[in-house]
C-alpha cells in the first residue's frame, strides 16, 4: 500500500481506503463485515470512511466494533454530518445544534475520542455557511475532529468556505469527497482545479462504479445473485448504471485490463489514483476477497496510451458535467 498526504495537510492517508456505505449494517452480516476491515487493516489500509447516516447509524456502531483493539494511531476514521438521522426537525443538515449532537453520536458508535476528518456530507442552503463552520472549527478545538471537509460541494460552494475561514480564522477545509470514476468526471473542469490551488485533496468513492466497471453486470442479462443490484438497499443507487451501452462498453475495458495483467476492479481503482488530487480512493466491499483484489491497484502507473484506449472505449457515456454536483435544494 502506498501513502498520500490528504491535500495539502500533514495528514497520510492509504491511497485506498474502505468505505462502509450499504455494506455494514444493511447488505451484509456483521461477520463478513468485520472480515472485509480485517482483510483492509492486512493489506495496509489505515483509512477508513463512514457517515452518521448509514444503515440508520448502525454502519458507525459496526466499524467501531471492528477496529476495536486497533491502535487508533495507525487509523485515519472519517465520518460526515448532514443527511437525516432521525425524525426531528433538526436531526439533519449542517445547523451548530445538530452537528454538535451528530458528531458526540458519531463518536459513541466508533468507540473513539476524536475522529480524524469531519465531512459535510452535502451543502445546506438552510444553514449561514458561517455557523456551520464556526461549529466545526470549535469542534477542532474541542479536540473531537482533527481536520475538516466536505462532500459533493461545487468549486464555488468551497471556494466560499475558504473565504469566510481566512477572513474568520477558521480551520480550512483540507478535502472533498465526490464521486469519481472513469464513467463520473464532473469534478474535472472546476473542483479540481480549484482544489489544486488551494490545497484540498478529493477522497473519491464510487471508484468502480459500485461494482458495475468490474464488468459483472452483463448487458440485456439479469444482475448476478447477491450483487449491489438486486440489494433492496443497493439498487437504487446502482440502477442509473444498468444501460445496456454503457455496459457493454465496459465489457470492452477488458482487453485493456487483461494486457496490463490487472483485474477489472484494479484497472478501475487504478484510473482514479492517477489524478494527482485524489488523496485517496474509498472501496466499497461485501466480500474480503473484493478488498484483496481491490487494493493492489495501489502503486499502478498507467501511461497516456492506456488512458486514451480507455477514453475510447467509454465514448459518449462518460459524464463530465460539472452542474452534475449539486446538494439539495431543500433539506432532506
Ligand atoms: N460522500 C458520499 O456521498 C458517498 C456516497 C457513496 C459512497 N461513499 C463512500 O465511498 C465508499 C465506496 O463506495 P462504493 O461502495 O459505491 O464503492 P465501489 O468500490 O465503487 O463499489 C463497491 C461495491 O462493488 C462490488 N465490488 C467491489 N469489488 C469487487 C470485485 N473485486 N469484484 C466484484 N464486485 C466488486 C461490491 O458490491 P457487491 O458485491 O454487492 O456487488 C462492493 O460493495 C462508501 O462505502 C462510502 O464510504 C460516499
Not at 447509524?57 to 467501531?64: F, I, S
Not at 468526471?185 to 458495475?212: D, F, H
Not at 440489494?231 to 445496456?244: E, K
Amino acid at each position: 500500500m502506498e501513502y498520500r498526504h490528504l491535500g495539502r495537510s500533514g495528514l497520510m492517508v492509504s491511497e485506498i481506503s474502505y468505505g462502509n456505505w450499504i455494506t455494514h449494517g444493511s447488505q451484509v452480516e456483521e461477520d463478513a463485515a468485520v472480515e472485509c476491515v480485517r482483510a483492509a487493516l492486512d493489506e495496509g489500509v489505515t483509512t477508513f470512511d463512514t457517515a452518521d447516516v448509514y444503515a440508520g447509524t448502525r454502519a458507525e456502531e459496526v466499524l467501531g466494533r471492528a477496529l476495536k483493539g486497533v491502535r487508533r494511531e495507525s487509523l485515519e476514521i472519517f465520518t460526515k454530518v448532514y443527511w437525516p438521522t432521525g425524525e426531528g426537525k433538526n436531526d439533519r443538515g449542517l445547523s451548530r445544534k445538530h452537528i454538535t449532537e451528530s458528531i458526540n453520536g458519531s463518536l459513541r458508535r466508533l468507540q473513539t475520542d476524536y475522529v480524524d476528518l469531519y465531512q459535510a456530507h452535502r451543502y445546506d442552503v438552510e444553514t449561514p455557511l458561517e455557523e456551520t463552520l464556526r461549529a466545526f472549527d470549535d469542534l477542532v478545538r474541542q479536540g473531537k475532529v482533527l481536520y475538516v471537509g466536505v462532500s459533493e460541494w461545487s468549486a464555488d460552494q468551497i471556494a466560499r468556505a475558504l473565504k469566510i475561514a481566512d477572513d474568520m480564522g477558521f480551520d480550512r477545509l483540507v478535502s472533498n469527497q465526490p464521486q469519481y470514476s472513469m464513467l463520473w468526471r464532473v469534478i474535472e473542469a472546476e473542483v479540481v482545479p480549484l482544489c489544486e490551488k488551494e490545497g484540498l485533496g478529493q477522497i473519491v468513492w464510487s471508484p468502480i462504479a459500485q461494482g458495475v466497471l468490474t464488468g459483472k453486470y452483463l448487458p440485456g442479462q439479469p444482475p448476478p445473485a447477491g450483487s449491489r443490484a438486486t440489494d433492496p438497499s443497493g439498487s437504487g443507487f446502482i440502477g442509473r448504471l444498468m444501460d445496456d451501452d454503457l455496459l457493454r462498453r465496459v465489457q470492452d475495458l477488458k482487453p485493456i485490463a487483461a494486457d496490463l495483467g490487472l483485474s477489472m476492479a484494479q484497472l478501475a481503482v487504478a484510473w482514479v489514483l492517477q489524478n494527482p488530487n485524489v488523496s485517496s480512493a474509498i472501496i466499497g466491499a461485501t466480500k474480503p476477497e473484493q478488498v484483496r483484489d481491490n487494493v493492489k491497484a495501489s502503486g499502478v502507473k498507467l501511461d497516456a496510451e492506456v488512458l486514451k484506449k480507455i477514453d475510447d472505449v467509454l465514448g459518449p457515456v462518460v459524464e463530465r458535467d460539472p452542474a452534475k454536483t449539486v446538494s439539495p435544494s431543500a433539506r432532506p
